[in-house]
């Protein structure tokens, strides 16, 4: 069984930051991707960043230039540091890994930011 751990969600104000973690373990595999998704509510659950064993990144438009992505393979580790965050990054956000076996989510930790 695989777990994934999520922490650094919560409550910012507009034009700060967080940094979001996330570990796999438990039985998982050689990684081939690992990323953030989140859900606002009443909207379907969205690409935030990507970040594939191969070296590519991938993010979403309205988070490029302040949202950065990396990863700890050592540590089976991924992070996420937002920054000059909007209101309109409030949501729930997931961690996502795949391995050669399958996709796995965290639980999701809220991210809410008032203006």
């Known amino acids: 069984q695989v777990q994934l751990v999520e922490s650094g969600g919560g409550l910012v104000q507009a034009g700060g930051s967080l940094r979001l973690s996330c570990a796999a373990s438990?039985?998982?595999?050689?990684?081939?991707?690992m990323g953030w998704y989140r859900q606002a509510p009443g909207k379907q659950r969205e690409l935030v960043a990507a970040?594939?064993?191969?070296?590519?990144?991938n993010y979403a438009d309205s988070v490029k230039g302040r949202f950065t992505i990396s990863r700890d393979n050592a540590k089976n580790t991924v992070y996420l540091q937002m920054n000059s965050l909007k209101s309109e990054d409030t949501a729930v956000y997931y961690c996502?890994?795949?391995?050669?076996?399958?996709?796995?989510w965290g639980q999701g930790t809220q991210v809410t930011v008032s203006s």
């Open positions: 438990g039985s998982i595999g050689s990684i081939n991707a």
């Open positions: 970040s594939t064993s191969g070296g590519g990144i």
């Open positions: 996502n890994v795949a391995d050669g076996r399958g996709w796995y």
